[in-house]
C-alpha cells in the first residue's frame, strides 16, 4: 500500500542521517555490539550532490545508506544485520517510510511505501574495498595509478566523495574519501589541458556554420562549447563535473557560474551567428583570465582574436592546453595522448554508468598506437 500522506519535504542527506542516528544504529548496538561499522549516504542519488528536491521521491530516495562492516565480518554478520533490519526498523522515520516496493519498471527501480510486514530496506551492507572498486573499478585506500583516475567518470568521482559519513568507526571511509578528493597536479593540470582542447577544436564552427546559412549548426556548436566551458570551470574550480542533469546547478555554485550563466544563456538563445560569438568571445575571456589568477601557468594572454585570416572571433584555446601541459612535471603524465578523462572522450551513459566498460575505453586510448605508413 501506499503513504497516504507524504510529509513536507526533507532533503534526503539529513533524512538518511535521522534513519541511521535514530533507527539503524540502535539496532546494531543491540543485535551486533561488537562489530565496528562505518555508515554513509554516498554513491547515486541527487541527494547525495544536493539537488534533490520534492520531485526526487518519486523513485530510489528516501531513508537510505551505506554500511560497511570489515571485510571478514560480512560473510559472517551481513545476512543476520539484514535481517534484523528488515524485521526491527521502524516502518516510518520522520513519516517516510522505510520500506521499499517496486515498481514494475526495469532495473528493479523502488519507490517508498508503507508496509505491514518485514521492511524491504536500502541499507547496503558491504565493506570498503568492495564498494569502492565495484563503483569504481579500484580501491582507493591502495596507491591510485594515473590509468585508475582517468578512468573513473567525474559523476562517479563526485558520487563517492560528496553525501556524507555518519560514523567511521573502520576509520578507512574516511580515508578512502579523502584520497579521491582530487586529481593529482600534474593529473589536474592533463584533465584541464585536454579540456581546453576539446574547446580549440570547435570553437572556429561558431562562424562557419553561420557563414554559410546554418544556423542550426551553429547553435548545436554553440551548445557543444558551452557545456565543455562549464565542465572547465567545475574542472578549474576543483569540483568533478556532474553529468548532464545536474551540470548546470553545479555551475551556478563556482567561482564564475553567477556571472557567466546569463552570458551563456544569451549565446544559447541567440538566433544569428554573429551574436552567438559575441556572448563566447566574453566568456572566453572571462574563463581565461580565471585560468590566469589560479597560477598554474605563466600568463597566457586573455584576449579573442581572429581565426586566421577568417572573419570569426576566437580564443585559439589550444595556447592554455600547451601551457598546461608544459607545466606537468611527470613525463608519464606528459606523454598521455590529449584526451584526458574517460568522459572527456566518450559521452555514453552505457559506458560511463559501468566502470569495467570505461575502464577498458580509457585503457585503450592510452595504448601505443602502431607506426603505419
Known sequence: MSAPNMPAFLPGLE??????????????????PDIPHSAARIGSGSEVLGFDTARSTDHEWGPRLQLFLRPGDVPRHAGRIRHVLAEHLPKTVHGFPTNFAPTG?????????????????????????????????????????????????????AEVTAG??????????????????????????????????????EEAFVGRCGEVGDELGSTIVTARIARDLIRLCLLMDRRYPPYDKWLGSAFARTTTGHHLTPVLTAALAA?????????????????????????????????????????????????????????????????LPVVGAVDQFVDSTEVLGRPEVARAAAENMTKPRPLTR
Open 105 to 157: 519498471e526495469p532495473g528493479d527501480i523502488r519507490v517508498m511505501r508503507t508496509t505491514d510486514g518485514p521492511v524491504h530496506h536500502r541499507v547496503e551492507v558491504t565493506h570498503v574495498t568492495s564498494w569502492f572498486t565495484a563503483t569504481l573499478g579500484f580501491d582507493p585506500n591502495a596507491p591510485i595509478t594515473p590509468a585508475d583516475w582517468l578512468a573513473a567518470p567525474t559523476q562517479l568521482l
Open 164 to 201: 556524507a559519513v555518519f560514523h567511521d568507526g573502520l576509520r578507512s571511509l574516511a580515508p578512502a574519501r579523502t584520497a579521491l578528493s582530487w586529481y593529482p597536479h600534474d593529473l589536474w593540470l592533463h584533465v584541464l589541458a585536454c579540456q581546453w582542447r576539446r574547446i580549440s577544436q
Open 271 to 335: 538566433t544569428d551567428w554573429h551574436t552567438r560569438e559575441q556572448h563566447l568571445a566574453k566568456a572566453y575571456e572571462t574563463i581565461a583570465c580565471l585560468h590566469n589568477t589560479l597560477g598554474l601557468t605563466d600568463r597566457v594572454d586573455p584576449s579573442t582574436r581572429p581565426y586566421f585570416n577568417r572573419p570569426f572571433r576566437v580564443l585559439k584555446a589550444e595556447r592554455f592546453a600547451e601551457a598546461l601541459t608544459a607545466r606537468i612535471s611527470d613525463p608519464a603524465i606528459k606523454g
Open 15 to 32: 533524512l538518511s542521517r535521522r534513519f541511521y542516528t535514530e533507527a539503524v544504529r540502535p539496532l546494531l548496538e543491540e543485535a551486533a
